[in-house]
């Protein structure tokens, strides 16, 4: 019989047909399915932090709008997702524990400091471009619920590296010391946003399955590239230099070539050794206790309204 449900299952994936949660499906998919979404939510959440710093002190009403806008809608996208977690059986109630504990991950791009409001702009250039990368092949992923989450993101995506790089472009064409604070943002965000796409593939644990099982579409290293083939044009048009000196078209491969990042860096950061990673997870503990309260109102507000349905 599991057999069966096996061969079934095989058959949807090679068809590139959705998994749904009523589906049959292995036990490591629905695994490595919860690890993936949970630890994508929880980047969603922390992630508001190194920009929500910057909504009471942005230069002008315009921005501060536009900034708490974005901020609001990753907090909406860290609820999709956990959402989109909860069809596989597992509560976010649990998963926020993981992660409070430090048994689940976030985007080490998050742990770095966001000292001017240039780097409200490259993180909307640069991060939020990053994960357009990686999130509009998600949309394809072979599990249902993930991808339907996806496509509502990635329209929200695009909004926040809009506004990013328009944030840019109006501060290059300001004063000196504007144009000289976006490059200096610009060198230290290029390559922690190249480490967002994850180890080099001959290091990606999880890529093999992943890919087979069609969760990922494309490898670590493939979308890195992308995303440099689609930035150098930006920063040119911008005024900007990038800062890899081994940055350069190649015209047989029709891509360009750069510098390898410091991956051991993307280790320390990923086992906790960041610049931020306390200052993150205290806030991030904090916030949940704080809204402890919320939590026990809003359920005990929906047991009155379902006492009151069945009444
Ligand atoms: N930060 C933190 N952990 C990372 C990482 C990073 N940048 N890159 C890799 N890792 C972890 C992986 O989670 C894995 O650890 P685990 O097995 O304990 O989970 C380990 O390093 C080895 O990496 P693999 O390549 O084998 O792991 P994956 O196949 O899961 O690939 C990934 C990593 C590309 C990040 C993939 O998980 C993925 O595509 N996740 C969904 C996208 C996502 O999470 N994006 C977060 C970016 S922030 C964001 O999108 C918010 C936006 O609004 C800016």
Known sequence: AVQELESQFDATIAR??????????????????????????HSEIIGMQPEGEWITRAPSLRRKSILFAKVQDEAGHGLYLYSAAETLGIDRAELTQRLLEGRQKYSSIFNYPTPSFADVGVIGWFVDGAAICNQVPLCRSSYGPYARAMVRICKEESFHQRQGYELLLTMM????????????????????????????????????????WKIKRHSNDELRQRFVDMTVPQA??????????????NEERGHHDYGTPDYSELKRVISGDGPCNAE??????????????????????????????RA
């Open 280 to 309: 993150r997870m205290e806030r991030r503990r904090a916030a949940h206790e704080e809204g402890a309260w919320v939590r026990e109102a809003a359920s005990a507000h929906a047991a009155k309204q379902a006492a009151r349905a």
């Open 236 to 249: 040119a048009k911008l005024g900007v230099t990038l800062p890899d000196p081994e940055l350069r078209w």
């Open 173 to 212: 064409r300001g004063t000196r010391e504007q144009r000289e604070m976006v490059q200096d943002a610009v060198d230290r965000w290029w390559w922690a946003s190249l480490m967002m796409f994850g180890p080099p593939d001959d290091d990606s644990p999880n890529s093999a399955q992943s890919m087979a």
């Open 16 to 41: 590139d047909q959705r998994i749904e949660p009523r589906d049959w499906m292995p036990e490591g998919y629905r695994k490595t399915l919860v690890r993936q979404i949970a630890q994508h939510a």
